[in-house]
């Protein structure tokens, strides 16, 4: 459990949550990855002799993305706790803040740049044959420009833990489960994003909704 305010927030604070953060990230994207990976390995190994140095190499890469990720998610979970949005059990406190999350998530589904983004994971076998690169170092860049292709297509949706409580187990879940049934979508309909985007949009405004019958009844 993280201190509340900021300035109470040290080094290990930091580190703990961000190594949480990571876990948390490479858990749910990793099983999303597999397509792409399995991918990699097929053409690795029609093009050389050694596939699994190289696939290794860009799943780690895959992840080094995730892992920048993570620090922006570390340090945003540093304001909210500072601006006690955040119970000491990482517990969503605002109804305001999950309403507008989830929302903003469900709204990203829809925008081109998200489904730019979300092409290449439905279709592994485009996105290596126009960045293919040899070698160990053409397999970092490979894994590096796929995963940070990932964090644009899903950081919206990364967002909501912080509206269900960052260590919801189930919330996890759910995710991990929409960013891979999305990515299994054919290109074509998008089914799954267009349906998750309307869910999130009013599962936020269900929340913006209570909220403000609290506040009347307060009033």
Avoid at 1 to 12: E, H, I, Q, R
Avoid at 157 to 165: H, P, S, T
Wanted: net charge positive.
């Amino acid at each position: 459990m993280p201190p509340s305010g900021l300035s109470a927030w040290g080094f290990m604070d930091f580190a703990l949550v961000f190594i949480m953060w990571a876990i948390m990230m490479a858990a749910m994207m990793l099983p999303s990855a597999i397509p792409m990976t399995l991918a990699f390995s097929h053409v690795s190994r029609q093009r050389q002799t050694t596939i699994y140095r190289p696939t290794v190499v860009f799943v780690l890469a895959y992840l080094c993305a995730w892992l920048a990720f993570s620090i922006v998610l570390t340090l945003l979970q540093w304001q909210m706790h500072g601006l006690a949005w955040l119970s000491p059990r990482m517990e969503n406190k605002n109804p305001l803040l999950a309403s507008v999350i989830l929302i903003l998530a469900g709204v990203y589904q829809f925008l081109s740049f998200k489904n730019a983004c979300l092409k290449f994971c439905r279709s592994p076998m485009t996105f290596l044959l126009s960045e293919w690169q040899e070698g160990y170092k053409g397999a970092y860049k490979m894994g590096l420009k796929h995963g940070a292709t990932c964090v644009g297509c899903c950081w919206a949706q990364m967002l909501i833990m912080f509206a269900v409580g960052v260590m919801n187990l189930l919330g996890m879940a759910f995710i991990t489960l929409v960013v891979i049934l999305e990515k299994l979508t054919p290109a074509y309909t998008g089914l799954i994003s267009k349906t998750c985007g309307f869910a999130f949009v009013l599962w936020g405004l269900y929340f913006l909704s209570k909220n403000y019958a609290r506040i009347g009844l307060l009033v």
